[in-house]
C-alpha cells in the first residue's frame, strides 16, 4: 500500500530525513517509533505530499506521491501532530467543511459527522466555538476529523498525545473497529507504549535512519529475555560487581542499573547475592520496545513517562 | 464537479467568518466614515480649487473623494481578507486544506471568490452613506455598481493571494501593507485629482489598477465627466490585470 524507496530530506545543512526505505501492507497497522527529531513527521509529511522528498522517492496505493500528488491524496485521511483546525468556526462547521472538501456525499455527511463526534464526546458541543474548547477537546475534534472521510490510508502523527487514557481507549476502539470494517491501512507515529503495541509492525527510527523493523513481539525477543532493573548505594561499584560474577553487560540509566537476563526469576537471588553494597530497589518485567531502542542505541526514547520536551509539547498544544 | 465544491466550501468559509467578526463589520464603517468626515470638511476648502480645475466644478470634495473612499475600501478588505492565507499557515489550517483531495487551483479561485465577496459586501455597506453626502444615485447606477466593485476586489484579492502564498509570517504582511497597499491607495487619486501630481510619478499611478477602479467608480458615480478613461477603457485594464493575477496564484499555489 506505501512503498518507500531510500527517501532523503534536507533542509539546507539538517538532514531530518537520510535514507529511510520500507513497505507497508494493505490493512496494516504500520508503527513508527522514535526519539524527537528522529524525522518522523518529515517522512509522514513526504508521504501525504505536502513535501517533496529531496532525493529517492515513495508512493501510495500506486500513486507516486510527487507525480500523483492528487491522487495519492484522495487515497489519504491525516491527523496531523500540530493543531490544525479552524478555531473560528464551530465543531460541526469544521467537520462540514471537511467533508465538503473530501467529497463526502451529502446524504453520508450528516451520519459521519455525528458518528465521529460521539465517538470522540463532543456531540454535546457540535455547535460551539473551537476556540472555546480545551486542548484535549480541540484534539479529540481533530481525530474526529481524521476519521470522518473513511480514507484508505490514515496517518495519525502522535495522535493521542495529551489525551487522558479512557479518550485514548475510545479512540483506539473506534480505530480497530474502522479497520476491520473498512480494511483501512493505518500509519502511526507514537510516544506511548501502549500505543505501540497495538501496530502489526513497527519501525524504530533515530536521526533520520531506520534502525530496526518488524513486529512487537520480535522486537521484543531482540532484547535477551527479561529486564531487571534496581538502584543500589553505589552503582557503579555495583556494576563492576554484576561484571565480574556474571559476566553479562549493564548499563546505568537515570541512576538506575539496568540489564537483561534469559531467565529473570531464576537469575534475582544470585543477583543479589553477588553485590556487597547495599540495594535500594530491584524490580524485574518483560522487555518493553523502549528496552529494544536502549539496546540498539544505548540511549532511552522516554516514552512510558513522558520526557521534558513531550510534556512541553503537550502544553503548547493544550494552551493553543 | 468536485473542485467546484471545494470552492465553494472556501469561499463559504470566508463569509461565515466574516459574519462572525463583528469587529471588522464595525472598523468597515468606522474607517471610511472617520475619512469622509475629516476630508470632507476640514480640507476641503484647500483643495476645492484643484477639483474644479479637473472640470468638475460643480462638485463638491466630498462627493469627489467618495468613490475613494469606495475604492480605499475594497482595497484594504480585498487584502486583509486574502493575506489571512498567512494566519491559515500559522494556526496549521492550510494544511489541512493542502492535503485535501482537490485541485490546486480551486483553493486559490475559492479564496479570490470568498475574499472578494466580503470586500463587495463591504463596498456596498460604505455604498449606503451616499444618501447621507448629498449624493444621488439612480437605480441603474447602483445596479451597475455591484458587477463594477466586484471586479475591483476580484483583482486585488488575486493580488492579495499572490503576496501571501509565499509570505511566511504576518511581520511580512505588515511590510506589504506598508509598501505596497498604503501607495497604491495614496496613487490612485482616491482622495486628489492624479493630474495634480508631478508627471514623473504618473509612471506609477498608471501602473496602479486601483487607479482605473478608482477612476471608473468616479465615472459612474459622478458622471463620464469626471472620470479620466472611458468606462470600458478602465474595465477592460481591470479585466486584464484580473486574469494575470488569477492565473499568477495559481501558478503559485500549484507549485507549493
Ligand atoms: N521546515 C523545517 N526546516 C528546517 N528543519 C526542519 C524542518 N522540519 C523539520 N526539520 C528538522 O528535521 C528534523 C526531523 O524533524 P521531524 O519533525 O521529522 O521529527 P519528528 O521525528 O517528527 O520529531 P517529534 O517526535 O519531535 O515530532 C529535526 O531536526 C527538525 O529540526
Ligand atoms: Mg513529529
Redesign the pocket.
Known amino acids: 500500500m506505501i512503498e518507500v524507496r531510500d527517501i532523503y ?1 534536507t ?2 545543512d ?1 538532514e ?2 537520510r535514507g529511510v526505505d520500507f513497505t507497508v501492507h494493505a490493512g496494516e497497522i504500520f508503527g ?1 517509533l ?12 513526504i508521504l501525504c505530499t505536502l513535501i517533496k522528498p529531496t532525493s529517492g522517492s515513495a508512493s501510495l496505493a500506486g500513486y507516486n506521491v510527487v507525480d500523483d500528488a492528487e491522487k495519492v491524496r484522495s487515497s489519504i485521511g491525516i491527523v496531523f ?1 500540530d493543531p490544525s483546525l479552524d478555531e473560528r468556526l464551530t465543531a460541526h462547521e469544521n467537520l462540514e467543511f471537511h467533508g465538503m472538501i473530501y467529497g463526502v456525499p451529502k446524504v453520508d455527511r450528516r451520519g459521519r459527522i455525528s458518528n465521529v463526534l460521539k465517538m470522540v464526546e463532543l456531540w454535546d458541543r457540535r455547535d460551539d466555538i473551537v476556540k472555546t474548547f480545551s486542548g484535549g477537546m480541540k484534539r479529540r475534534l481533530e481525530i474526529a476529523r481524521g476519521l470522518m472521510h473513511n480514507p484508505r490510508v490514515l496517518f495519525l ?2 495522535p493521542t498525545l495529551g489525551l487522558d487514557p479512557q479518550t485514548r481507549n475510545r479512540i483506539w476502539e473506534y480505530i480497530r473497529d474502522l479497520r476491520q470494517r473498512e480494511n483501512i491501512t493505518i500509519f502511526l ?1 507514537t ?1 506511548y507504549m501502549d500505543e505501540a503495541e497495538n501496530c502489526d509492525r513497527i519501525a524504530i ?1 533515530d536521526n ?1 535512519k531506520i534502525i530496526s523493523l518488524d513486529t512487537p513481539a520480535k522486537l521484543k525477543s531482540m532484547v535477551g529475555g527479561d529486564v531487571i532493573t534496581l538502584s543500589t548505594s553505589d552503582n557503579k561499584v555495583a556494576i563492576e560487581e554484576i561484571k565480574k560474577s556474571h559476566s553479562i553487560e549493564a548499563l546505568e540509566q537515570d541512576s538506575k542499573i539496568v540489564l537483561e537476563v534469559p531467565d529473570g526469576e531464576g537469575f534475582l537471588a544470585k543477583l543479589v547475592h553477588s553485590i556487597s553494597v547495599s540495594i535500594d530497589s530491584i524490580s524485574l518485567r518483560r522487555p518493553t520496545l523502549d528496552d529494544v531502542f536502549l539496546k540498539l542505541t544505548g540511549r532511552t526514547m522516554r516514552e512510558e513517562t513522558m520526557g521534558p ?1 513531550d510534556s512541553f ?1 503537550a502544553q503548547v498544544r493544550m494552551r493553543r | 464537479m468536485h473542485n467546484l465544491r471545494a470552492v465553494y466550501s472556501i469561499w463559504l468559509r470566508d463569509l461565515i467568518r466574516y459574519r462572525r467578526d463583528k469587529y471588522r463589520l464595525i472598523s468597515s464603517l468606522a474607517q471610511p466614515a472617520l475619512f469622509l468626515f475629516v476630508f470632507g470638511n476640514g480640507l476641503a476648502r484647500g483643495l476645492a480649487i484643484d477639483v474644479q480645475r479637473t472640470g468638475g466644478g460643480q462638485e463638491s470634495y466630498v462627493s469627489f473623494i467618495f468613490p475613494g473612499i469606495i475604492g480605499m475600501t475594497l482595497l484594504f478588505t480585498s487584502v486583509f481578507t486574502a493575506v489571512s492565507i498567512v494566519w491559515d499557515r500559522e494556526f496549521g489550517f492550510l494544511k489541512e486544506v493542502m492535503v485535501a483531495p482537490i485541485s490546486r487551483w480551486s483553493i486559490a479561485v475559492g479564496k479570490a471568490l470568498g475574499g472578494s465577496t466580503v470586500a463587495l459586501i463591504q463596498g456596498v455597506i460604505v455604498l449606503l452613506l451616499a444618501p447621507f453626502l448629498g449624493l444621488k444615485l439612480s437605480f441603474l447606477t447602483l445596479i451597475a455598481l455591484i458587477p463594477l466593485m466586484y471586479l475591483i476586489s476580484i483583482s486585488l484579492t488575486s493580488m492579495g493571494i499572490v503576496i501571501a502564498v509565499k509570505m511566511e509570517t504576518m511581520e511580512g504582511f505588515q511590510m506589504v501593507l506598508n509598501f505596497l497597499v498604503m501607495p497604491l491607495f495614496v496613487l490612485s487619486g482616491a482622495m486628489f485629482p492624479l493630474s495634480s501630481l508631478p508627471p514623473w510619478l504618473s509612471v506609477l499611478t498608471r501602473v496602479n489598477p486601483l487607479s482605473y477602479g478608482v477612476d471608473a467608480l468616479r465615472g459612474l458615480m459622478l458622471g463620464p465627466s469626471l472620470a479620466e478613461f472611458p468606462l470600458g477603457f478602465d474595465v477592460m485594464l481591470l479585466s486584464i490585470f484580473a486574469v494575470i493575477m488569477m492565473f499568477f496564484a495559481v501558478f503559485l499555489f500549484n507549485r507549493t
Open positions: 530530506k533542509y539546507g539538517i531530518a530525513v513508527f522514535g526519539p524527537n527529531g528522529a524525522g518522523k513527521t518529515t517522512t509522514i509529511n501532530q502523527d502522535e507515529t510516544h527510527i533520520g520536551l509539547k
